[in-house]
């Protein structure tokens, strides 16, 4: 089914990233062509139809760049390049021309903070203090006594400082020690880096995904950071060190600003592009998504790991959405619950005798009536659960290194499910690099494919009827009292008043409509039973109606 571009409110040009649905593909996971166990960019473009059938406006592709892969391709080796584990440039811009040919816009991962340690520019900087790429990452002294410059820490465990022999020096990675972080202090290295992405714009990609925005510039003086206060009292219990400290330093600079804006003005020399960041910036994310998308100048929206967490509850659903829309005046907003990094939302808001299609189903309804962009990942759209994997399975280095108190990343990147009879489901006739849990092929594509009961129904019948109400898309959102675990609020717009109302709680409840609310009429038959005076919600029940 072709995507329809004839929608009232898809015309919108460059704005079309206001509201827009974009679907991640993670492409080690998503379709296999040639039987080596991985998936590779042949395999998402014959695959285009899938995803154009649900009603989405973009495909986000995490990274397909010559890597090592120690990262799984978040450690890049030749921005300007495909990995022959995906295929060449060829493939990359057929699969740019088919998405474009059903109507759909390709966002590509950036990965701008740091790059693979294999890459020629880490090569060359590593290899002497005063050679022409000398300072194109962030190299420091020693203290007296031989220890790291100062106490920052890397996400994945330990000090984010690695000694070099030949340089006699230690550099920085917030992430492996062979991802080292590019020095944004250097006008250079901006340079060289908005080249590559330059070189994206030229192919014709239509956006950008930028990985850890908020990564790329570091206090030049190397100051430590201060511990959080919880930790100080001993009170932390997280099991990764690098949430002990309160990251002042080591990230979310004010230089990065500027960046920003030198990103925007490269985009804005092309037409209807636009930009997504990904801030992981603890206890401040609202206030540095506001400062990173105000303005018209920087980007266009970002997401956080507000909703990507194991809260399920309307009072935290609204107090998410209430701080954004406080913070953030001019900002635009992307509301995701799965991602390729965290635990698939089914698992996390799944009691152990919950129903995970009904979950699913109101997460895709929630996530509709939500003000902003939304981002769905590949496979929630058939309800995957997370998959349970044995020790001796996991090709993630945060779960290979934090095992058994952290599983790492690996239970929500197994392979696509398509054909519940085929050999590993359809993905790939060869081994897959990731299992293909037995649980998930009783929810294959082809399974559900029909099926107006299923949960794919439900996210392309969820999807068309966001696209048919301009209010959903972009309109204002503002929030009613509620008892209970009750969410309700009335989004306004293109001339439109709609009243949502979801259910989070395992047990009915009744809603008492607003005594100044007029007259409502459900747009969704069957979602809750309307009476004169209240609203009844079964569990996990959700309501849409028009207000006159």
């Given at each position: 089914?072709?995507?329809?571009?004839?929608?009232?409110?898809?015309?919108?040009?460059?704005?079309?990233?206001?509201?827009?649905?974009?679907?991640?593909?993670?492409?080690?996971?998503?379709?296999?062509t040639t039987g080596n166990g991985s998936g590779d960019l042949r395999g998402i473009t014959t695959r285009l139809a899938h995803i154009a059938s649900l009603g989405v406006d973009a495909v986000w592709l995490?990274?397909?760049?010559?890597?090592?892969?120690?990262?799984?391709?978040?450690?890049?080796?030749?921005?300007?390049?495909?990995?022959?584990?995906f295929g060449s440039l060829e493939d990359f811009d057929a699969l740019?021309?088919?998405?474009?040919?059903?109507?759909?816009?390709?966002?590509?991962?950036?990965?701008?903070?740091?790059?693979?340690?294999?890459?020629?520019?880490?090569?060359?900087?590593?290899?002497?203090?005063?050679?022409?790429k000398a300072d194109w990452y962030v190299w420091a002294d020693t203290r007296p006594d031989g220890n790291a410059p100062n106490n920052w820490l890397s996400v994945f465990g330990g000090p984010a400082w690695e000694w070099d022999s030949t340089r006699r020096q230690y550099y920085m990675h917030n992430f492996l020690a062979s991802q080292p972080d590019l020095n944004f202090h250097n006008p250079e290295v901006q340079d060289a880096l908005l080249d590559t992405v330059r070189f994206w714009l030229e192919r014709g990609v239509d956006g950008f995904r930028l990985d850890t925005v908020n990564y790329y510039v570091h206090d030049r003086w190397l100051r430590s950071n201060p511990p959080l206060a919880s930790s100080v009292a001993g009170t932390n219990g997280e099991t990764n060190t690098y949430l002990y400290q309160e990251h002042l330093f080591d990230k979310t600079q004010p230089e990065n600003l500027a960046f920003l804006r030198r990103f925007r003005a490269l985009l804005d020399e092309y037409p209807d592009r636009a930009a997504?960041?990904?801030?992981?910036?603890?206890?401040?994310?609202?206030?540095?998504?506001?400062?990173?998308?105000?303005?018209?100048?920087?980007?266009?929206?970002?997401?956080?790991?507000?909703?990507?967490?194991?809260?399920?509850?309307?009072?935290?659903?609204?107090?998410?959405?209430?701080?954004?829309?406080?913070?953030?005046?001019?900002?635009?907003?992307?509301?995701?619950?799965?991602?390729?990094?965290?635990?698939?939302?089914?698992?996390?808001?799944?009691?152990?005798?919950?129903?995970?299609?009904?979950?699913?189903?109101?997460?895709?309804?929630?996530?509709?009536?939500?003000?902003?962009?939304?981002?769905?990942?590949?496979?929630?759209?058939?309800?995957?659960?997370?998959?349970?994997?044995?020790?001796?399975?996991?090709?993630?280095?945060?779960?290979?290194?934090?095992?058994?108190?952290?599983?790492?990343?690996?239970?929500?990147?197994?392979?696509?499910?398509?054909?519940?009879?085929?050999d590993n489901a359809g993905f790939s006739t060869g081994k897959?690099?990731?299992?293909?849990?037995?649980?998930?092929?009783?929810?294959?594509?082809?399974?559900?494919?029909?099926?107006?009961?299923?949960?794919?129904?439900?996210?392309?019948?969820?999807?068309?009827?966001?696209?048919?109400?301009?209010?959903?898309?972009?309109?204002?959102?503002?929030?009613?009292?509620?008892?209970?675990?009750?969410?309700?609020?009335?989004?306004?717009?293109?001339?439109?008043?709609?009243?949502?109302?979801?259910?989070?709680?395992?047990?009915?409840a009744n809603w008492p409509l607003p005594p100044d609310i007029g007259a409502v009429a459900a747009v969704l038959a069957g979602t809750a039973a309307g009476e004169e005076e209240a609203l009844s919600l079964p569990a996990l029940g959700c309501f849409l109606g028009r207000l006159d």
């Open positions: 089914m072709a995507h329809n571009n004839a929608d009232p409110w898809a015309g919108q040009g460059a704005e079309w990233w206001r509201g827009c649905v974009i679907y991640q593909v993670y492409p080690r996971s998503f379709q296999d995490s990274p397909f760049f010559k890597s090592p892969m120690a990262d799984m391709g978040y450690d890049v080796s030749d921005y300007r390049d495909v990995d022959p584990m740019v021309a088919e998405a474009h040919r059903l109507g759909l816009k390709i966002v590509i991962d950036q990965v701008l903070s740091h790059s693979s340690d294999k890459h020629e520019w880490f090569i060359e900087s590593r290899a002497s203090r005063d050679n022409p997504v960041g990904e801030i992981g910036d603890e206890g401040r994310s609202l206030q540095t998504l506001a400062a990173y998308t105000s303005g018209g100048d920087k980007l266009q929206m970002s997401y956080t790991f507000d909703l990507l967490g194991p809260q399920f509850s309307a009072a935290h659903v609204r107090g998410c959405v209430e701080a954004f829309e406080h913070a953030v005046a001019d900002g635009w907003v992307c509301w995701a619950f799965s991602n390729h990094d965290v635990v698939r939302h089914v698992s996390r808001w799944t009691g152990p005798d919950g129903d995970a299609d009904a979950v699913a189903r109101f997460a895709i309804m929630l996530l509709a009536c939500l003000r902003g962009s939304i981002c769905l990942y590949q496979g929630e759209e058939l309800g995957l659960e997370e998959a349970e994997l044995a020790y001796e399975d996991l090709r993630d280095p945060v779960g290979i290194r934090f095992w058994p108190g952290v599983k790492g990343r690996d239970g929500c990147r197994t392979p696509m499910v398509w054909e519940a009879g085929a897959p690099w990731l299992p293909v849990p037995a649980s998930h092929r009783a929810r294959a594509a082809d399974v559900q494919n029909g099926n107006e009961q299923s949960v794919l129904s439900a996210y392309r019948s969820t999807l068309a009827l966001r696209r048919q109400h301009p209010a959903l898309v972009s309109g204002s959102i503002r929030f009613l009292d509620a008892e209970g675990d009750v969410l309700a609020f009335i989004r306004e717009g293109g001339g439109q008043r709609l009243l949502c109302v979801f259910n989070f709680a395992g047990e009915p």
